[in-house]
């Protein structure tokens, strides 16, 4: 089992938004980073840190922590948006990383 | 940009050599990782080095059995992978860290297939 846990679907109208969760021990004291995954492409980071989104990707991507659950927050989705999402943080024990089990979202 | 190669067909208890060539960045300073994919299946964390490439981070399905080294001088990250299960079969990437375990630039991929 993962040591971070994500809900394997969700689905969101377009246009509204979608909070997308991963919870671990870990994330308690360190930030996940998102990832977005499309069919047959290599993941591409869309959030990061404290409150960090890398150039290029749009804004209304977003995202919080609280306790041992981070968040990725989408305003307005977009078709273009319907992907997998993974977040990603440091292990609980040791030297360890860990990739949530990813979520897969639809935009109707 | 990275590029992966060394990918292929190799048999249950063999031995494969996986490449990713940098260009276009320092790297000699930048953490990196490999980070694997089965087929329909999520994404896996397997190894994490330093810039510096005295010792890896591995993930426990592959401790062991799998060494993360890189040579600075030809920009470039290996992962070895000795005692292939079929359960090592997938799409293999590498990663840049970004720093504090953001991963900011990713490969295209390296497909490895272990028969049984």
């Known amino acids: 089992s993962s040591e971070l846990t994500q809900d394997p679907a969700v689905s969101v109208a377009l246009g509204q938004t979608v909070r997308m969760s991963c919870r671990g021990d870990s994330l308690r004291t360190h930030f996940a980073s998102w990832y977005q995954q499309k069919p047959g492409q290599a993941p591409s980071l869309v959030f990061y840190g404290e409150n960090r989104r890398p150039s290029g990707v749009p804004d209304r991507f977003s995202g919080s922590r609280s306790g041992d659950t981070a968040v990725l927050t989408l305003s307005g989705a977009q078709a273009e948006d319907e992907a997998d999402y993974y977040c990603f943080a440091r292990g609980t024990v040791g030297n360890h990383l860990a990739f949530g089990g990813g979520t897969k979202l639809t935009v109707l | 940009q990275l590029l992966e190669s060394g990918g292929g067909l190799v048999q249950r208890g063999g031995f494969l050599r996986l490449t990713c060539v940098a260009s276009g960045f320092t790297f000699e300073t930048d953490e990196m990782n490999w980070v694997r994919q089965a087929p329909g299946r999520g994404l896996e964390w397997i190894s994490y080095?330093?810039?510096?490439?005295?010792?890896?981070w591995y993930a426990d399905s592959v401790m062991g059995r799998f060494t993360i080294s890189r040579d600075n001088a030809r920009k470039s990250l290996y992962l070895d992978m000795n005692n292939l299960r079929p359960e090592d079969s997938g799409l293999y990437y590498c990663a840049r860290d970004g720093g504090s375990y953001q991963l900011d630039l990713w490969g295209q991929g390296t497909l490895v297939t272990v028969s049984s």
């Open positions: 080095i330093r810039g510096g490439g005295s010792h890896g």
